[in-house]
């Protein structure tokens, strides 16, 4: 059997001198191959990696991980497959920093378990995919978790094979009963009113201040979800809105459960028919969380509140 031709590396780096060395090594080595490289990190972080290229940061597609991957969700479908998509054929090599000090717990959660998912996702594909993890700034379970998402381990001195690599564990672990709101609006829907289920997110959105595009957005998550719930949650759902530390929440329950744990995440041709509404969602909120399972699935899209 043929080795399979996906890498996904997880780099324990000290600072910023192990972290510039590391991953600037990492792109010219692609470079020096003739392979597409992609930098997606935070921002701070890319303007490091950008000086350290030098003249070589001008062959190479950089991405602010802060706003490309706010919500994990959407970084593998519009951000890693969709590079690899675009060069078809081809070894692509990614540096991609999903979770740094300053994510929330509620996107910690979902960005393990896109780490998680990277494996499923990419597996047979041509790539290789580095995650680096400043462990000095982030908690040593995340670290631990960073070692069940990525079946290769390296530092600056040596590279070594994970031995609690599972990455299933996590995408499980993380299916988390989501706590429940102190105030809230909701309305249960079918067939018959979905407008109006549509319509009590994007009044709240407006009294939040939300306007023009974004408003659009919410609007249309909050049909996205309804139509899910209709078509595969059993015929009806209940939408619930609130307001939480500076977001906006839209949640949709319903009796559907979601197996397929790439729902949302794959690119979807325009060409091709079927449903893309949860792929809609992850593309247009800045954070979702789902809680799956037999019998029951709840849905949030949590949008930043205007400033």
Excluded at 31 to 51: D, K, Q, S, T
Excluded at 103 to 116: L, S
Excluded at 219 to 240: P, Y
């Amino acid at each position: 059997m043929l080795a399979d031709p996906f890498v996904h590396p997880a780099l324990l780096y000290r600072g910023d001198r192990e972290y510039v060395a590391a991953t600037t090594a990492f792109v010219r080595a692609g470079l020096a191959a003739g392979e597409p490289v992609a930098v997606a990190v935070p921002a701070a972080r890319l303007a490091l990696i950008e000086a350290g290229l030098g003249a070589d940061a001008g062959s190479v597609l950089l991405l602010d991980m802060e706003e490309a991957g706010r919500n994990p969700g959407r970084i593998l479908p519009a951000v890693l497959l969709d590079f690899a998509d675009r060069h078809p054929g081809c070894h692509v090599r990614i540096v991609g920093e999903p979770i740094w000090p300053g994510r929330t717990e509620a996107e910690y959660g979902a960005a393990a378990q896109h780490e998680a998912l990277i494996n499923l996702s990419f597996a047979g594909r041509p790539a290789t995919i580095l995650c680096p993890y400043d462990v000095e700034r982030l908690a040593p379970e995340v670290i631990e978790e960073a070692a069940r998402t990525h079946p290769v381990l390296r530092d600056a001195t040596r590279e070594w094979p994970s031995t609690t690599y599972a990455p299933e564990r996590v995408v499980s672990g993380h299916n988390r009963a989501l706590g429940e709101p102190a105030e809230f609006v909701s309305l249960r829907f079918d067939r018959t009113n979905l407008s109006a289920a549509r319509g009590l997110a994007a009044r709240r959105a407006a009294e939040l201040g939300f306007s023009g595009d974004r408003l659009d957005d919410i609007r249309l998550t909050a049909a996205e979800l309804g139509a899910n719930s209709l078509d595969h949650g059993g015929g009806s759902g209940v939408i619930r809105v609130w307001a939480e530390d500076g977001r906006m929440v839209c949640e949709v329950g319903d009796s559907g459960h979601i197996t397929d744990p790439l729902a949302g995440r794959r690119p979807v041709d325009p060409r091709h028919s079927g449903s893309r509404g949860l792929l809609i969602v992850n593309l247009l909120s800045d954070l979702v969380r789902v809680h799956t399972r037999a019998g029951a699935t709840t849905v949030r899209a949590y949008f930043d509140l205007p400033r």
